[in-house]
Each structure stands twice: as C-alpha cells, then as structure tokens.
C-alpha cells in the first residue's frame, strides 16, 4: 500500500511539474491545483495513506487584465526566505514603543553572501524583507517612492549584489472590507500584528476619501506590518509593499519567478 501511494504522489508531483524547491535545510515544495480537481483529491489521499503532513493555500490567479488595470496592486513573492539578515541600527523614536513597528532602518541590510542561492531575480528574507538582483534593481530605480540600498556581507562588509526594497510612502491603514488577513493589530498603535491566511486570497481595500490614487507614487507601504516584532533582538515586523501596474510590467519584463500579483480596491 505505501509503495502504491508513494508512485502515486510521485506521478501527480511529476505531472504538475515542480514549483519551487528551496532551502537546502528545509526542502519546501510548491505545487498549484484546480480546487476540487481529481488530481488534487488523488494527491491528498495518497498523502494520507502515506502519513506526509501538508499544508493548503487557497488563490486566486487574476487576469493580466484585471492585475494592470487595478489603480493599485499587492505583490506577493512565493518563495521561501533565505539567509539571516542583520542590520547595522535601528532608529526607534518613531516606532511604536509597545510592538516596535515603525523602527526605521539605519544603514545596510547585512548577511552571509554564501548562504544565498536565490535564482529568479528576486528573494524574501526573514520577516518580509525583499531583495532583488542588480539587473532587476536597475529596472526599478527609475520609479517613484523606492530606494533600493545594496546588501553586505555580514563578515567582509564587502557589497553584494543584491538590493533591499524599501518603500518611503506609507498608506493609509486598510479598509475595514479587507480580506486575507488575520490579527487584530497591536493594542497601541493598531500597526503589528498582522498575518496572511492561508484559507482565502488577500484582498485589500481602501477608502477613496484617504487615498489619493494619482498621489501615490509607483512603490507604497501598507500602514499594517505583518508578524510580530522582538525589539530586544532588532527584529521588527514589516510592511507589505504596494506597486502601481508600471511596477509590474518591469518586474515582468526582468523575468522575476515565483511572484504573484492581487489587485488593490480604491473606493
């Protein structure tokens, strides 16, 4: 019976081809199903049989229409983080003095070049940090609202080819009708805490009286971070970046993998 089962998943797996294969410690695989397929229901009883635990993200893939012609969009990059990023300081006087979101980054994003084996242009790191390739970070520097710092080594402080993105305008916080998000938010300052949900797409919405589309430049910030900050390890939550659709024509002109686009509700 296990034999059977492992040929079957094995057969599904090879079939939907591989997705995503990272972290040589931790191999994390990555496959996209139509929800109610036989493939899926095929794959998930296999798994069963065989005692492997899963886990299932639901999405919605939009059309490029839909995606270019929303007045905002929320790009998600799936891949699994890479290395272990360091700083040189944090400025704090305008962070919330409870969850610490809000702490500024001072000077470059450090970490052992060695460790990166990121391919596709593009890589996260722990807690929502993006950094993108030399080749792709030219590209983006011609838009409005994103510095792009270049990384360091964390030993040789020598400079890597890798670009940290770092929006410098942040929005509003979200409507009330967004969807996608679980946590209610730090007590204090309503910003920490949020998280992605597994079970529905994100969905954000904003009130049109707050957001001045044509004001906002092509790279924003959500005013809510996602996760939870640890102040005494210099660890602090982030914000999720927000493109304008010329964001997203270059990022698909530079050939970025793994990256999913959601449109951005202005009402």
């Known amino acids: 019976m296990r034999d059977r089962s492992l040929k079957e998943v094995r057969r599904i797996l090879s079939a939907a081809g591989r997705e995503q294969a990272e972290t040589p410690d931790f191999p994390l695989y990555s496959f996209d199903f139509v929800d109610g397929s036989a493939e899926l229901e095929a794959l998930r009883a296999a798994l069963r049989d065989l005692g492997i635990e899963w886990s299932e993200q639901f999405d919605h893939r939009y059309t490029d229409r839909e995606i270019l012609?929303?007045?905002?969009?929320?790009?998600?990059?799936?891949?699994?983080?890479?290395?272990?990023?360091?700083?040189?300081?944090?400025?704090?006087?305008?962070?919330?003095?409870?969850?610490?979101?809000?702490?500024?980054?001072?000077?470059p994003i450090r970490f052992k070049g060695y460790e990166i084996r990121a391919k596709g242009g593009a890589f996260p790191m722990a807690n929502g940090y993006w950094l993108f390739s030399e080749t792709v970070a030219e590209s983006l520097a011609r838009f409005s609202g994103i510095e792009l710092r270049q990384a360091e080594d964390l030993r040789s402080r020598q400079l890597l080819p890798w670009f940290q993105a770092i929006a410098t305008h942040e929005l509003p916080p979200m409507h009330p009708d967004s969807t996608g998000f679980t946590g209610f938010g730090c007590p204090r300052c309503a910003r920490?805490?949020?998280?992605?949900?597994?079970?529905?797409?994100?969905?954000?919405?904003?009130?049109?009286?707050?957001?001045?589309?044509?004001?906002?430049?092509?790279?924003?910030?959500?005013?809510?971070?996602?996760?939870?900050?640890?102040?005494?390890?210099?660890?602090?939550?982030?914000?999720?970046?927000?493109f304008k659709s010329r964001v997203v024509k270059a990022l698909r002109e530079a050939k970025v993998r793994l990256l999913q686009f959601y449109p951005v509700t202005v009402r």
């Open 192 to 242: 920490g805490g949020y998280f992605h949900r597994s079970e529905e797409p994100p969905m954000i919405v904003y009130d049109g009286a707050a957001v001045d589309v044509a004001g906002v430049p092509d790279v924003s910030a959500t005013f809510e971070h996602l996760g939870w900050s640890r102040p005494e390890d210099l660890f602090f939550a982030q914000p999720s970046l927000i």
């Open 69 to 107: 012609q929303a007045p905002l969009v929320l790009p998600i990059l799936r891949r699994a983080p890479q290395g272990d990023p360091r700083f040189l300081d944090f400025d704090v006087s305008v962070a919330c003095p409870r969850c610490g979101a809000g702490a500024r980054q001072v000077g």
